[in-house]
């Protein structure tokens, strides 16, 4: 059973940063972690793909909002995935997800139906 578990959100005023981590868990880790990303929803709005990575390779994806502001990395030796978010703005507040997609293409850009398992978010809120 796969797990994953994000931990890091917190209070930041905007410009500040904080550095988001999703610990995986599960059987067989190379099979299904090909693709990982980070997702984020605020109340009232769908969720949206903020970044991903392909596992395999390293290549990386990242939503036009927080481009060159976000960094999306991993680390398979310990099954961490993180997002370090730099000079955060009012709008990044959301509950923040790490999901993993075990086939097919890795792209901020696919559907949230794309990606099979789910950890339980964390919160991050930038206040101005």
């Known amino acids: 059973q796969v797990q994953l578990v994000e931990s890091g959100g917190g209070s930041v005023q905007a410009g500040g940063s904080l550095r988001l981590s999703c610990a995986a868990s599960?059987?067989?880790?190379?099979?299904?972690?090909?693709?990982m990303g980070w997702f984020r929803q605020d109340p009232g709005k769908e969720r949206e793909g903020v970044a991903a990575?392909?596992?395999?390779?390293?290549?990386?994806s990242y939503a036009d909002s927080v481009e060159g502001r976000f960094t999306i990395s991993h680390d398979n030796s310990k099954r961490m995935l993180y997002l370090q978010m730099s000079s955060l703005k009012p709008e990044d507040t959301a509950m923040y997800y790490c999901?993993?997609?075990?086939?097919?293409?890795?792209?901020?850009?696919?559907?949230?139906?794309?990606?099979?398992?789910w950890g339980q978010g964390t919160q991050v809120t930038v206040s101005s």
């Open positions: 599960g059987p067989t880790y190379d099979k299904y972690f090909l693709c």
């Open positions: 990575i392909y596992t395999g390779g390293g290549s990386a």
């Open positions: 999901a993993v997609r075990s086939v097919g293409a890795c792209s901020v850009d696919l559907p949230t139906t794309a990606f099979e398992y």
